[in-house]
């Protein structure tokens, strides 16, 4: 329930913020900011990544990307367990 009601106050607050006077918008801008986790505020504000991709990282994608349309894990499970120093054997 609770849930529910957080998503209809989350909705009420997406309509009031386009109905803020102009002149109450820097106001209405710090408040906000301030209730905002300072950690997700970091991540929300932080630049986009805009280095080129590797060709390491171009295969990698594409492989993610095949294994997801034949409805393979992204990462086999075997590649995690090596990457940890396990084996199948080990579990």
């Known amino acids: 329930m609770a849930n529910v009601e957080a998503a209809s106050m989350r909705e009420e607050l997406r309509m009031l913020v386009d109905h ?7 106001t209405a801008h ?8 300072p950690v997700e505020l970091s991540l929300l504000m932080a630049p986009l990544d805009d280095q080129p991709l590797s060709e ?3 295969a990698a994608l ?6 997801e349309k034949r409805g393979e894990p992204l990462i086999p499970h075997e590649e995690i367990l090596r990457e ?3 084996s ?4």
């Open 84 to 86: 940890f120093g396990l």
């Open 30 to 37: 710090k408040i906000l900011r301030a209730l905002l986790d």
């Open 88 to 91: 199948e054997a080990e579990q």
């Open 20 to 26: 803020i006077p102009d002149s109450d918008v820097a």
């Open 62 to 67: 594409a492989e993610a990307e095949h294994r």
């Open 56 to 58: 390491h990282e171009k």
